[in-house]
């Protein structure tokens, strides 16, 4: 996600640079969910979201990051980590804020989880 210019992943109304009236999804379209999106794929070994808006979200994503270079290494196939953060400079709020907008707004449509992992599907 990006608050300096309208991404793939920028949510409905969601005000960046490039969209100052906010997202537009007539115009635009949806936002793109991309570990359902790529879960979906032969191939992928390992998609899953996580968010660094607290210590217990950071430590899961620490362990995610650690995973996908393990499957990498393993040859189990691709891995996306998506990682759900804050930019409190372009979204012109204070740090407390963004990460109060980032649970409010991100979590509800961007659920953190996991969304494949062919690790855990052969225990």
């Not at 007539?26 to 607290?54: F, H, M, W, Y």
């Not at 709020?93 to 690790?119: F, H, Q, R, S």
């Amino acid at each position: 996600m990006t608050g300096g210019q309208m991404a793939p992943t920028s949510l409905p109304n969601q005000v960046t640079q490039t969209t100052p009236y906010g997202r537009d999804v007539k115009i635009a379209g949806n936002p793109i969910r991309v570990c359902e999106l790529l879960s979906t794929l032969d191939g992928v070994a390992l998609a899953q979201r996580v968010a660094v808006d607290n210590v217990r979200n950071v430590n899961a994503a620490r362990r995610a990051i650690k995973k996908a270079f393990e499957y990498q290494r393993d040859k189990k196939g691709y891995s996306i980590i998506e990682i759900l953060s804050t930019c409190p400079t372009n979204w012109g709020m204070t740090p407390v804020d963004a990460l109060g907008w980032l649970n409010e707004n991100m979590l509800p449509y961007y659920p953190l989880g996991v969304y494949k992992d062919i690790g855990e599907a052969q225990k």
